[in-house]
């Protein structure tokens, strides 16, 4: 084994670059500029825009309490992300799998809640479909994007796994919004169209922090 | 069962405290921090990169591009936290890094001289050095990591768990389970060998 001494290469590399660094604020700290992001993304979307026609039939738990649940989820699974953005500190696997369980239990039982409530039909409408997708989605973006942000200015080492839950948390917290304006409560619409943004948002935040993971590390001699 | 390198609380205590104010120093800008840091922590770190790579000249250059990535992750790191399990993850993830590259490139290393890490007892009493670390490459991905960094390293298993990422408690099935799939090998190998 070699000395200990520091290599003076190695010094000169880290002399080079030795600004004073502020540690990172802990996980829930970040997680709380998020949390403003997502909040203002829901505010704008239920002052501005016209709310669901079935709106004041429906319970407030139904309507205001599943969406600020949701909210609340989604936030919480980006500050997981967060969390596991910092080596060392990062979840065990059991509770990620438990908190993307959380999150996609949440959006389903919060979607058959509001179907059995309601009693819609089953309509199934494709262009009413995609819209919402395209809804979920566009308000998902800038929550996703501060998130990864957040998470990828520290050091994942399981990118993949922080980018799914960042995409999972955003997909989430732009869904309290959709619940609060989507006139449509049938199962069908809401289990595919809705949840497949959840889902959909979970795959690119995995595909995402797989490609950051590649370019990261690349230099890693060999 | 007691991990091989495990020292009296206080003295690990103060190594940790010890750590952290190194680690402080230098997110504060201060090289001579730095370069005790890594007198304190290179020759340990080189050790644990020589049970994935198993060649000597590698493990320094694995050594090396580690604390890089800690120079370049510095500001991840939160005072007060313990300093090692944050310093062994990013450690064990460069190291996965660079055999992940050798799996693409289909190369293998020859094998190295065995390093000066001492065989804890609970091991000693069924398997020299040598046979320790080739059986412990047979172990493949089944808890060897856990079982490297507790029994090996002297690591708690809650300090494995945050450097692995995974519960305390798997940790602790993982490198039991481990423990117990090396004493059969052992045990194969012997009656094998018996005429």
Redesign the interface.
């Known amino acids: 084994m070699s000395s200990q001494r520091l290599p003076d290469e190695l010094r000169r590399r880290i002399e080079s670059d030795l600004d004073p660094v502020r540690p990172l604020p802990p996980a829930w700290r970040r997680a709380l500029v998020v949390a403003a992001v997502a909040v203002a993304a829901f505010a704008v979307m239920v002052t501005f825009f016209r709310l669901r026609p079935d709106l004041h039939q429906l319970p407030m738990w139904l309507t205001w309490g599943c969406a600020l649940l949701q909210l609340a989820v989604g936030v919480l699974l980006a500050g997981l992300a967060l969390r596991e953005s910092v080596p060392g500190a990062g979840v065990s696997t059991g509770v990620v799998l438990a908190a993307l369980g959380l999150g996609l239990a949440v959006q389903l039982l919060v979607g058959l809640a509001t179907w059995m409530w309601s009693g819609q039909p089953a309509a199934g409408e494709l262009g009413a479909g995609v819209k919402c997708m395209r809804s979920d989605l566009a308000l998902a973006v800038p929550i996703f994007v501060v998130a990864l942000w957040l998470v990828f200015r520290a050091l994942p080492l399981r990118a993949p796994v922080a980018g799914a839950l960042g995409g999972t948390g955003a997909a989430l917290a732009s869904d309290a919004a959709s619940h609060m304006r989507c006139p449509m409560s049938d199962p069908q619409h809401l289990l595919v169209w809705h949840t497949g943004a959840v889902l959909v948002m979970a795959a690119v935040g995995w595909l995402i922090g797989w490609a950051w993971n590649r370019l990261r590390w690349r230099r890693v001699p060999s | 069962m007691a991990p091989a390198q495990q020292q009296p609380p206080t003295s690990k205590a103060s190594d940790d405290h010890r750590l952290v104010e190194l680690m402080t120093g230098y997110?504060?800008?201060r090289?001579e921090d730095?370069?005790l840091l890594?007198?304190a922590l290179?020759?340990p770190l080189?050790?644990y990169l020589w049970t994935f790579v198993r060649n000597?000249s590698?493990a320094?250059?694995?050594l090396?591009?580690t604390?890089?990535?800690i120079?370049?992750?510095?500001?991840?790191?939160?005072?007060p936290?313990p300093v090692k399990?944050?310093?062994?993850?990013?450690s064990r993830?460069?190291a996965l890094?660079?055999l992940r590259?050798?799996r693409r490139?289909k190369e293998s290393l020859p094998d190295d001289e065995l390093?000066?890490v001492p065989v804890p007892p609970e091991i000693a009493s069924f398997a020299d050095r040598a046979t320790l670390y080739r059986l412990l490459d047979a172990l493949g991905g089944h808890g060897r990591d856990e079982l490297t960094l507790h029994h090996l390293m002297g690591f708690s298993f809650e300090e494995v768990?945050?450097?692995v990422?995974?519960?305390p408690g798997?940790a602790k099935v993982r490198a039991h389970r481990a423990l117990k799939a090396l004493r059969e090998m052992v045990n194969r190998e012997r009656q094998g060998e018996d005429p």
């Open positions: 997110q504060q800008g090289v730095f370069s890594y007198e290179a020759q080189q050790r000597t590698v320094e250059d694995l090396q591009e604390f890089l990535q120079h370049r992750a510095r500001r991840t790191y939160t005072p936290r399990p944050w310093v062994y993850a990013i993830h460069v890094m660079y590259s050798q490139r390093p000066e768990g945050h450097i990422g995974c519960a798997t």
